[in-house]
């Protein structure tokens, strides 16, 4: 019999259960876990089965044999072609090793580190590494993330990853970072089927770029002119990957910021030296701006149709032809199409403008910079639908310095000296998002973060370094047509009139004055005398 304040002890029944019921758990669930992991890696399976059975067969022979074989194979395979090699044999083997022994082994102190373990019900989550795959140079880790993060907690940790599995640089993806491949022929239906369920969306998944081996160490050799340039895809600089990076000039503005001698220049030839083919056959025509006296450019000269490099006046006035030439397009395009298409009779125009700020911030006179600045804003504003495009460079990307930043649709960032200036270059949120290009070391002249077309995370890039007897060469070889400066006469074609429209009959207004005034005026008016 128990009574108000007497302390009662409720322990719940405990269930006992025999010795040899527990160990057959234990043996069930341990046989399980050896079957899920041998349907999970039936490759490592298959291996050890096959290595296994010819040692039985053939004693060590048996395994000798086929392993030197197998070694030959791979050899001859990565001479002949060696992306594929990486794709399908080594990338794969390399990838499972570091997983293994490099990610898996430092994992539960990285995420805890970085800030990236979460803890949940008293126990500490994590996120879960689910595939490392490997090529020449990078580690490509697929990360499921914990319920409730989101890629931005990844981003904002970029340099922290990098550094805690002992690298220099990382990337951090909310899609897969590589392209699905292109499928044609007989299995082209099933490939395809299979590259979809690869590709798929899965907002539960990022992706950890880790640069093991940097490609971007050593100079990029000039890429081959092609005799028509594709203007969707130009090829400038060398990713990471070891992929080419091309640029998507047709139909944009394209935005370089670099401090001094971060490598502007060969992004900028490397531009030139791609239109090359495109120059020489009339296909597109340069108006070059140099407002440095020609030192940039200057050697270059045979291969642009328009130059301007000492006096700011002429360099006003080539802005201005620009305009009238796009106003002449849109007049005659209007209606007809949406995007300029370049032609030998209707060529792609690029105004290529090096060390902006000299012509909208540090010019003296201000009419004159209130001029360029207005031409500038109606090519920017509207130039890139007919084929008028601007390719500008400039160090300092304050608003002050460059008011219509906004309007280049394409940016680069090479080497800056501030933080902040990534961020106004590239975009809010470009630096978090693993754009350190504040961070550039000394070597690093011509690499730069870009974004890629489809993803909002940067890339790392070097762009081809073109030397001064490549730019003789390029000049000597593919000089731009005599006639190439006489664009404007075009803009004395005969275009389609404006029809003739009858004006609108609009109600007769009076000012905005009361009922007792307007009698008063009325009744003046009614006796002869004026309002």
């Known amino acids: ?95 499972r090793f570091r997983q293994l022994f490099v ?25 879960e590494l689910l595939r490392v795959r490997s090529d020449q140079a990078l580690d490509v880790l697929t990360i499921r993330m914990v319920r409730g993060q989101t890629p931005e907690e990844f981003q904002k940790a970029t340099a922290n990853l990098a550094y805690a599995f002992g690298r220099r640089h990382a990337r951090v993806y909310s899609e897969r970072p590589d392209d699905p491949p292109i499928r044609s022929g ?20 990022v992706y950890l770029v880790v640069v093991r081996t940097d490609a971007l160490r050593t100079l990029v050799d000039p890429f081959d002119v092609p005799s028509v340039p594709d203007f969707t895809a130009l090829p400038l600089a060398r990713r990471e990957d070891l992929r080419h990076w091309c640029l998507h000039l047709l139909a944009t503005h394209v935005l370089i910021g670099g401090a001094t001698r971060s490598g502007k220049g060969s992004v900028l030839w490397s531009l030139v030296r791609v239109l090359a083919g495109g120059i020489s056959s009339g296909l597109v025509r340069l108006w070059v701006i140099d407002p440095k006296g020609g030192m940039e450019f200057a050697m270059g000269r045979p291969l642009f149709a328009r130059f301007a490099c000492k006096s700011f006046e002429a360099m006003a006035d080539l802005l201005d032809e620009a305009v009238t030439v796009m106003r002449e397009r849109q007049t005659r395009l209007a209606g007809a199409v949406r995007v300029h298409t370049p032609t030998l009779d209707d060529p792609l125009v690029v105004v290529v403008i090096d060390e902006m700020a000299a012509l909208t911030a540090y010019l003296q006179d201000v ?19 007919v084929g008028v495009l601007v390719v500008a460079a400039l160090q300092d990307p304050r608003k002050e310095v460059l008011p219509f930043r906004d ?29 350190l290009a504040d961070q550039m070391p000394r070597w690093a002249k011509g690499v730069g973060y870009v974004i890629l077309d489809g993803t909002p ?59 007792s005034l307007l009698n008063f005026l009325d009744r003046d008016t009614d006796r002869g005398e004026p309002r």
């Open 367 to 385: 009419d004159l910079r209130k001029r360029i600045a207005g031409s500038l804003g109606l090519l920017l504003s509207q130039g890139a639908g």
């Open 103 to 127: 990610y898996r082994r430092a994992w539960r102190e990285a995420m805890t580190l970085c800030g990236l373990a979460k803890v949940y019900d008293h126990r500490t989550v994590l996120p």
């Open 186 to 205: 007989y299995w082209a239906l099933v490939l395809g089927a299979v590259d979809r369920l690869r590709f798929r969306d899965r907002p539960s998944v």
């Open 1 to 95: 019999m128990t009574t108000a304040g007497d302390l009662m002890v409720i322990r719940p029944r405990r269930l006992e259960l025999p010795v040899w019921l527990i160990a057959v758990g234990l043996v069930l669930r341990w046989l399980w876990r050896g079957l899920w992991w041998c349907l999970r890696h039936p490759v490592a399976v298959g291996l050890v089965v096959a290595g296994v059975s010819l040692y039985r067969e053939f004693d060590r022979a048996g395994v000798i044999v086929p392993v030197v074989l197998a070694a030959a194979v791979s050899a001859l395979w990565r001479w002949r072609h060696e992306s594929s090699w990486w794709t399908w044999c080594a990338g794969p083997i390399l990838g």
């Open 457 to 515: 995370e940067p890339a790392r890039v070097r762009f081809s370094y073109i030397s001064d007897d490549h730019i003789r060469e390029l000049a000597a070889e593919y000089p731009a047509p005599a006639d190439a400066a006489d664009i404007l006469a075009q803009v004395g074609r005969e275009t389609a009139t404006e029809p003739a429209r009858p004006p609108l009959p609009r109600q007769r207004r009076g000012p905005l004055l009361p009922d």
């Open 407 to 435: 309007l280049f649709p394409t940016r680069i960032a090479l080497g800056l000296t501030e933080a902040a200036q990534v961020d106004l270059v590239l975009g809010d949120g470009a630096r978090n998002r693993g754009a």
